[in-house]
């Protein structure tokens, strides 16, 4: 079992940078595949990225360029460094883990999730 705690969101400009932490709980955290996704007010969930358990990392088209996931085993913490945010960035934003080797977009392939944490990008 994990579980996730996501933390770093909040309100910032268009332009601006933000951080998102997603603190794992277990021992077996360097082997999960990790993911972000998002939701904005009435729109489905979204793949925002993904990083396997060797770092290997994916990202939607709308991030590319802008947002870096990053991971250290070490702490059994997962980033999402978000830079030029834009107000179509504003969502909830979900930390996922798949116990999947492999990268993945599609959110049934998650295993575990945190409750969110919200980022608002005002125009």
């Known amino acids: 079992q994990v579980q996730l705690v996501e933390s770093g969101g909040g309100l910032v400009q268009a332009g601006d940078s933000l951080g998102l932490s997603c603190a794992a709980s277990?021992?077996?955290?360097?082997?999960?595949?990790m993911g972000w996704f998002r939701q904005a007010p009435g729109k489905v969930r979204e793949f925002v990225s993904a990083i396997t358990w060797n770092s290997i990392t994916d990202y939607a088209d709308s991030v590319k360029g802008r947002f870096t996931i990053s991971r250290d085993n070490a702490n059994n913490t997962v980033y999402l460094q978000m830079n030029s945010l834009k107000p179509e960035d504003t969502a909830v934003y979900y930390c996922?883990?798949?116990?999947?080797?492999?990268?993945?977009?599609?959110?049934?392939?998650?295993?575990?999730w945190g409750q969110g944490t919200q980022v608002t990008v005002s125009s």
């Open positions: 277990g021992r077996t955290f360097s082997s999960y595949g």
């Open positions: 996922a883990a798949t116990v999947r080797s492999w990268l993945t977009r599609w959110q049934y392939n998650y295993d575990y």
